[in-house]
């Protein structure tokens, strides 16, 4: 039994981790099956760690919309996703949905004015599922003329 006031190790482990800069490299210690909150309108960069097969999931929240360039890009371009984006169309009832193809190693959370996502309230969720792969799984509100969020940027 705890005492009031004393966290166990578990809670510690789950709480989520705020990120407020314009760059972050995830890792398995400090963000692996914790929420990490992208609270940074101007952008940030996120890089994943390399993709070996862990089975490590890396789950990401948008608390302020960004209003700049913001990226979730793989280690190196030995790398790549797989996985789906569900978009919803300006806050409406339409939803657009868009897949990663062939060689794909960067999600773009901004696009032209968030048309690839980006807004308050969006999740990203990325699991390492074997060396080289990525499952990447995206629900998020967009604005203007939506678009894929997936590229192959990384070389």
Known sequence: MLRKGIA????????PVTVTS????LNPQTHAGRLVILNRAAGIAVTLPAATGTGDTYRLHVLA???????????????EMQGNAVLFADSGATVVGFSAVDNDDTIDMFGTSNSTGGLLGAYYELQDIASGFWRVAIVSDAGGTEATPFSATVS
Do not use: E, P
């Open 8 to 15: 166990s190790a578990a809670d510690l482990d789950s709480k």
């Open 65 to 79: 919309a960004f209003t700049g360039a913001s990226t979730i890009k793989v280690a190196s371009a030995s790398d």
């Open 22 to 25: 314009s760059t972050v490299t």
